[in-house]
């Protein structure tokens, strides 16, 4: 057999190769919602998985940005709990008051967002340990501000976000407001990370950060930026779950770990220099389809909580061990 013949007959499975088993994973995990309840295959069941998934695919995305340049982003959780607590404490039960709540809810997450990129670029903290304290502290700012429960009500005209779906749209006859927003954010991500220097930029960081510093790039803004995207993806996260579900002390809870997983699931590597937008919304759809099916089969939270742990290390020992072969 000549060269270019074994070429061409294992061009296959080189190709299979390429493709990340989170696209295949999450064919069968809907395959499976299909099975189990067959209305999931509609437009309008497309549509709600879709929209379940929203939150965290934006999450996700901007955890994107931090993790390829080496770093990580724990504050993600809190800083979606204080966006819905902090909204429904600002609003106040006055409609009126409902884009002043938001806009400052926004500034906020930059402001965390920037004190964090600072952190880690001037101060040489590392991002998990600056990220860490964060969390905790955002956490506790939110709870001391609303008096350690859910205080305020969030008025129609924020919860649209979460809740309201246009019907009568061609092809898809309905469309969640909640997936124009996903689609919108993910749209913009793809065309910064893929599409102008900086993401390019970010990987060179994540790659080699001395090199990256050596060669003229402005590693500090670089990282600086990355946070600043991942802190405003937090807070769009939190004005979807509050429209969907209204304020409550835990809604942000354990996003960050999956945004991580979801990451991991996508390609994204852990140490730095590697990642797609594509990969990421497919690993954080990949999540959801599993929760989904472990919520039909009827698993209890804290046995899907010991599910999720377990993919998060079967994935990083994935991407480690991938790493490995392909050197």
């Given at each position: 057999m000549t060269a270019i013949g074994s070429a061409a007959r294992f061009a296959p499975v080189r190709l299979l190769g390429r493709i990340h088993p989170s696209y295949a994973a999450l064919l069968v995990l809907l395959i499976a919602i299909a099975f189990l309840t067959p209305n999931f295959l509609s437009p309008l069941g497309v549509m709600a998985f879709l929209r379940r998934g929203a939150s965290l695919a934006i999450v996700s995305v901007g955890q994107l940005f931090v993790l390829s340049m080496?770093?990580?982003?724990?504050?993600?959780?809190?800083?979606?709990?204080?966006?819905?607590?902090?909204?429904a404490l600002m609003i106040n039960n006055d409609p009126a008051l409902t884009w002043h709540a938001i806009a400052l809810v926004y500034l906020m997450g930059i402001g965390s967002g920037l004190f964090l990129g600072l952190v880690v670029s001037y101060l040489k903290v590392p991002s998990i340990i600056a990220s860490l304290g964060a969390l905790l502290s955002i956490k506790g700012?939110?709870?001391?501000?609303?008096?350690?429960?859910?205080?305020?009500y969030l008025p129609d005209n924020f919860r649209q976000?979460?809740?309201?779906?246009?019907?009568?749209?061609?092809?898809?006859?309905?469309?969640?407001?909640?997936?124009?927003?996903?689609a919108v954010f993910v749209a913009i991500c793809a065309w910064l990370f893929h599409g102008t220097t900086f993401g390019r930029l970010a990987l060179i960081v994540g790659d080699n950060p001395r090199a990256a510093d050596l060669a003229g790039v402005r590693v500090r803004l670089v990282r600086i930026v990355g946070f600043l995207v991942s802190a405003v993806s937090a807070v769009t996260a939190g004005i979807l779950l509050g429209g969907f579900a209204g304020p409550a002390q835990d809604v942000g809870d354990g996003f960050e770990l999956q945004a991580i997983a979801a990451n991991v699931l996508g390609g994204t590597q852990l140490l730095g220099g590697r990642?797609?937008?594509?990969?990421?919304?497919?690993g954080s759809l990949t999540l959801?389809?599993?929760f989904t099916v472990l919520n039909l089969i009827g698993l209890p939270k804290p046995l899907r909580d010991a599910v999720?742990?377990?993919?998060l290390i079967a994935a990083v020992a994935y991407s480690v061990r991938r790493q490995g072969w392909e050197k």
């Open positions: 080496g770093g990580f982003d724990l504050s993600v959780g809190s800083l979606i709990t204080l966006a819905v607590m902090g909204s700012v939110a709870l001391a501000w609303s008096g350690g429960s859910p205080q305020g976000f979460g809740r309201v779906t246009y019907h009568d749209v061609p092809i898809i006859q309905v469309l969640p407001m909640s997936v124009v927003v996903l990642g797609s937008v594509a990969g990421v919304v497919a959801t389809a599993l999720q742990g377990g993919i």
